[in-house]
C-alpha cells in the first residue's frame, strides 16, 4: 500500500506529516487515522511507543494551529469579510456556542466528537484564552480519545491482517457509533419537546 510504502522509506517523520495533515484534509474520520496509526504500529516498520507518540504530536500540531489561526483572526476581526460563510465559518460558530455554554470545559470532550474537535480549538483561539490553558485541558482530552483509538487499532492489527477488512471493520463500527449518538440526540429533544407540550 501507497502509505506503507511511504512510512517505510522516511519512517517516522513522515508518519507525522502524514497525521497531521490527514488531520485536516483526509477525507476519512479521524478516528480511522488513529486506528491507522495503532495498525502501523504492529508492523516491523514502526516500533508501538514512538508511534504513540509520534501520533500524539501530530494531534497537538493540529490542535495548535487551530488555537493560532483563531488567535489571528480575533486580531483581524475588524476587517470586512467579502466571502460567503465556509464550513470552517460554521464550525468556528458551533465552537463558540459549546465555549459560551461550557467554557474551557468544551476542550475537555470536543476531541471525542467529530467537526468540535476543530471547532473547538478555534474558537478558544479567538477568545484569547491562554494558550497553556486550552493546552493543558484540550491535550490532556485528546491524549485519552488518542490512545482509545491507537488501541483499538493496535488490537486489530495484531488480529487481522488484511488492510480493507481492517478499514471495513472500522467504518461499521463508527457507523454504529455515529447512529447511536444521533438516536441519543433524537430522544433527547424528543423529550425535551414533549415536556414543552406538558408545561
Request: aromatic share 20%; charged share 15%.
Amino acid at each position: 500500500m501507497f502509505l506503507f510504502d511511504i512510512i517505510r522509506q522516511h519512517g517516522y517523520i513522515s508518519l507525522f506529516l502524514i497525521m497531521a495533515v490527514g488531520l485536516f484534509f483526509f477525507p476519512v474520520p479521524n478516528e480511522v487515522l488513529l486506528m491507522t496509526g495503532g495498525l502501523l504500529a504492529t508492523t516491523y516498520y514502526l516500533e508501538p511507543l514512538p508511534t504513540f507518540f509520534i501520533l500524539y504530536a501530530s494531534v497537538i500540531c493540529h490542535g495548535t494551529i487551530l488555537y493560532v489561526s483563531g488567535h489571528v483572526v480575533s486580531k483581524r476581526a475588524h476587517l470586512p469579510v467579502k466571502r460567503k460563510k465556509s464550513i470552517w465559518h460554521e464550525r468556528a460558530e458551533r465552537g463558540k456556542e459549546l465555549l459560551e455554554k461550557y467554557g474551557l470545559k468544551a476542550a475537555s470532550f470536543s476531541y471525542f466528537f467529530p467537526f468540535i474537535r476543530h471547532a473547538v480549538p478555534f474558537s478558544i483561539g479567538l477568545s484569547n484564552i491562554p494558550y497553556r490553558l486550552f493546552a493543558l485541558v484540550g491535550f490532556s482530552s485528546a491524549f485519552v480519545w488518542l490512545t482509545f483509538y491507537f488501541l483499538v487499532g493496535f488490537y486489530y492489527g495484531r488480529t487481522i491482517t488484511d488492510w480493507s477488512s481492517f478499514v471495513e471493520h472500522m467504518i461499521y463500527a463508527l457507523a454504529i457509533v455515529g447512529c447511536l449518538v444521533l438516536l441519543y440526540h433524537f430522544i433527547k429533544k424528543r423529550r425535551q419537546r414533549n415536556r414543552g407540550y406538558d408545561h
